[in-house]
């Protein structure tokens, strides 16, 4: 597999401001510009593999493509904040401008596109859906992977309660074996490719100058902000996101596992019929969030992100 350029942006917040890390594919001149943002606990590396088959398609179709998938603050390569409270969408979203702006200054953006799983989806609403931000260019396609503005608040107190719990780990099995047991509703996987997911989401803890047992790469802090969330503030923010949501202009394609938790059968019909009215592809056997690894996940997003035609529908995956 060939590896993706590490960089970081600079983003202001209250204090002296924070390093946000971004892996690049493809070809770091091109005006097309596709984004990919992880969920909650994860980081950029788990693009790895959708991001290796976008440069490749458009490279087949003769055109250049640059795919950014940045680690999140507090995930992965980037800074940890000094305070928690920063760990909310706004400052993700705000650091998303910071690095839209560094990579148009690197190479002028002519065409946008946005994939975002769970958390990233949300910043991808806030980023689409609310007018004068200061954007290059206006997001072309918008890729929501199993979130939408209407979240399950069970499903929320299961993902908060998830995180920091995994412990320390002898070695990298060790880790995949335990993230497996928090992470089965990401569907079926073969243990090669859920031992490359989890490669990239532990790291050696340092004590005394030495390196130690490997640990969950992601700040534990990033759970204090989880922790104050309640039923009511999420009703709250479901009425902000729908606002957002039918401000956005973009093309749509919402995924969706067809066992989530998080994103009820519902609310992801709500948004094929209101703001954007997105197009709403399931995948069978698989809950929250499809981690678009699998060959038909895979397709789907290039499909649409390529202007390619929308392959037959199968068992596994429906289109709505």
């Excluded at 004068?132 to 929320?156: C, E, I, M, Q, R």
């Excluded at 981690?291 to 068992?315: C, G, H, K, R, S």
Aim: charged share 15%; proline share 7%; with cysteine.
């Amino acid at each position: 597999m060939r590896q993706p350029q590490l960089d970081y942006v600079h983003c202001p917040d209250r204090a002296a401001g924070h390093r946000m890390a971004f892996w690049q594919w493809g070809d770091a001149g091109a005006a097309q510009v596709v984004v990919c943002v992880h969920g909650l606990s994860r980081q950029g590396r788990d693009f790895d593999v959708l991001a290796q088959a976008l440069v490749a398609r458009a490279h087949q179709k003769g055109q250049s493509l640059r795919v950014i998938c940045p680690d999140v603050v507090g995930r992965g390569q980037s800074d940890w904040l000094a305070d928690p409270a920063g760990y909310e969408i706004p400052t993700y979203a705000a650091d998303m401008l910071a690095l839209l702006a560094e990579l148009d200054r690197q190479a002028p953006i002519r065409t946008l596109d946005w994939v975002g799983t769970s958390m990233g989806g949300v910043i991808g609403m806030l980023v689409c859906g609310q007018p004068g931000l200061p954007l290059p260019v206006p997001v072309h396609k918008l890729v929501l992977n199993d979130v939408g503005p209407a979240l399950s608040w069970p499903a929320l107190q299961r993902i908060g309660g998830n995180l920091g719990t995994a412990g320390q780990f002898a070695d990298l099995q060790q880790a995949a074996d335990r993230l497996w047991t928090l992470s089965s509703s990401f569907g079926p996987h073969t243990p090669a490719q859920w031992l490359a997911l989890s490669h990239h989401m532990v790291k050696p803890a340092v004590a005394g100058g030495q390196a130690g047992p490997l640990v969950l790469h992601y700040d534990p802090a990033i759970a204090v902000p989880i922790r104050g969330i309640t039923e009511a503030s999420t009703q709250h923010a479901a009425d902000v996101l729908w606002s957002l949501y039918d401000g956005i202009q973009a093309q749509t394609l919402l995924l969706r596992g067809a066992q989530s938790d998080l994103l009820s059968p519902q609310a992801a019909q709500a948004m094929t019929l209101r703001g954007p009215r997105a197009r709403l592809m399931e995948f069978e056997g698989v809950g929250h969030a499809p981690t678009l690894v699998a060959a038909d996940q895979v397709a789907a997003v290039l499909n649409f992100l390529l202007d390619e035609v929308p392959e037959t529908a199968t068992p596994a995956r429906h289109e709505k």
